[in-house]
């Protein structure tokens, strides 16, 4: 919580209204006394003093000049961009059957790819945005949650409250942006170890957050390549083994959800791009039940 410094600020003053009852700008504003005039300080020495008639003709004063029109509200703009307002995701229209598959690479989309540490998300997803034919973001919730510095709740610490609040902060942070990249025609990637037992923290908040449109797909190599991958990672991205082989468990849960699975063990990053382009383009044509 940030505290006051010196004086309070004045409240805003109302359209048509004075200031605020009870605030008194003499009071934390001191000045001159009103019933007498200021003396104006001494000129600075070589600088000619102010004549004290000034020789330039006055305008009369025009008391019945109209008054202009108060100006229209400006738009949310960037320079002389204007930038639509970003709102839900929806359900992407199913093809008509005479269509042929729609094409993921040419079309706006959110993803969020779904996995165990270790499975190559950040890795799939910032690949898969960097080779597409049309302006795509990578909003990684991870990096999201370490922009807090002082006070950041590292989950290797243990799950406590603080952390819970972080990564949902983290979350809806997500969900911001990429409404608003979408609402502006730019795809979204976005990667998350959602757990399918907690439906209303992970898959819930995503939709919440993002919208119904939100196209999901879960990354679940086997636990050896999770393992080995985990392994080269530093700093609080590595976690234990233990910790590991227990979040990858919680990941089996995925199978029978209906949601799209890729096992990228046997693939390298641009081969899971590809399948998971297929696996994109099937559920545009039919989304899944989430």
Same mark, same amino acid.
């Given at each position: 919580?940030?505290?006051?410094?010196?004086?309070?600020?004045?409240?805003?003053?109302?359209?048509?209204?004075?200031?605020?009852?009870?605030?008194?700008?003499?009071?934390?504003?001191?000045?001159?006394?009103?019933?007498?005039?200021?003396?104006?300080?001494?000129?600075?020495?070589? =600088?000619?003093?102010?004549? %004290?008639?000034?020789?330039?003709?006055?305008?009369?004063?025009?008391?019945?000049?109209?008054?202009?029109?108060? *100006?229209?509200?400006?738009?949310?703009?960037?320079?002389?961009?204007?930038?639509?307002? +970003?709102?839900?995701?929806?359900?992407?229209?199913?093809?008509? *059957?005479?269509?042929?598959?729609?094409?993921?690479?040419?079309?706006?989309?959110?993803?969020?790819?779904?996995?165990?540490?270790?499975?190559? !998300?950040?890795?799939?997803? !910032? =690949?898969?945005?960097?080779?597409?034919?049309?302006?795509?973001?990578? #909003?990684?919730?991870?990096?999201?949650?370490? @922009?807090?510095?002082?006070?950041?709740?590292?989950?290797?610490?243990? @799950?406590?409250?603080?952390?819970?609040?972080? =990564?949902?902060?983290?979350?809806?942070?997500? +969900?911001?942006?990429?409404?608003?990249?979408?609402?502006? +025609?730019?795809?979204?990637?976005?990667?998350?170890?959602?757990?399918?037992?907690?439906?209303?923290?992970?898959?819930?908040?995503? !939709?919440?957050?993002?919208?119904?449109?939100? $196209?999901?797909?879960?990354?679940? %190599?086997?636990?050896?390549?999770?393992?080995?991958?985990?392994?080269?990672?530093?700093? &609080?991205?590595? $976690?234990?083994?233990?910790?590991? *082989?227990? #979040?990858?468990?919680?990941? *089996?849960?995925? =199978?029978?959800? +209906?949601? %799209?699975?890729?096992? &990228?063990?046997?693939?390298?990053?641009?081969?899971?791009?590809?399948? $998971?382009?297929?696996?994109?383009?099937?559920?545009?044509?039919?989304?899944?039940? @989430?």
């Amino acid at each position: 919580m940030q505290h006051a410094v010196g004086s309070p600020l004045p409240p805003p003053h109302l359209p048509g209204h004075g200031p605020a009852n009870g605030w008194s700008p003499a009071a934390h504003h001191p000045g001159p006394h009103q019933g007498s005039a200021p003396v104006p300080p001494p000129p600075a020495p070589g =600088y000619p003093t102010q004549p %004290p008639h000034s020789t330039a003709p006055q305008q009369p004063a025009h008391p019945t000049a109209p008054q202009q029109p108060p *100006a229209p509200a400006v738009p949310d703009t960037t320079g002389h961009v204007p930038l639509p307002p +970003g709102g839900p995701v929806a359900v992407p229209s199913a093809p008509p *059957a005479t269509a042929t598959m729609p094409e993921p690479a040419t079309t706006t989309l959110a993803v969020l790819l779904i996995g165990p540490a270790g499975a190559g !998300k950040t890795s799939v997803a !910032k =690949y898969w945005a960097d080779h597409r034919r049309v302006p795509t973001a990578h #909003i990684s919730l991870d990096d999201v949650r370490e @922009w807090v510095r002082s006070g950041f709740a590292d989950p290797q610490s243990g @799950w406590n409250d603080n952390s819970e609040a972080q =990564y949902r902060l983290a979350r809806r942070t997500c +969900g911001f942006a990429a409404r608003n990249f979408l609402a502006n +025609g730019i795809s979204c990637i976005l990667d998350d170890a959602v757990f399918p037992d907690r439906p209303v923290v992970g898959l819930g908040g995503w !939709k919440r957050h993002v919208g119904p449109g939100l $196209l999901p797909v879960v990354l679940l %190599p086997g636990l050896d390549i999770v393992l080995e991958r985990n392994a080269e990672r530093t700093g &609080n991205r590595r $976690l234990t083994d233990e910790e590991v *082989a227990r #979040i990858h468990g919680r990941m *089996a849960g995925w =199978y029978g959800s +209906g949601l %799209p699975i890729i096992d &990228n063990s046997q693939l390298d990053v641009p081969e899971t791009a590809q399948v $998971l382009d297929e696996v994109l383009a099937r559920s545009i044509a039919s989304p899944p039940s @989430w």
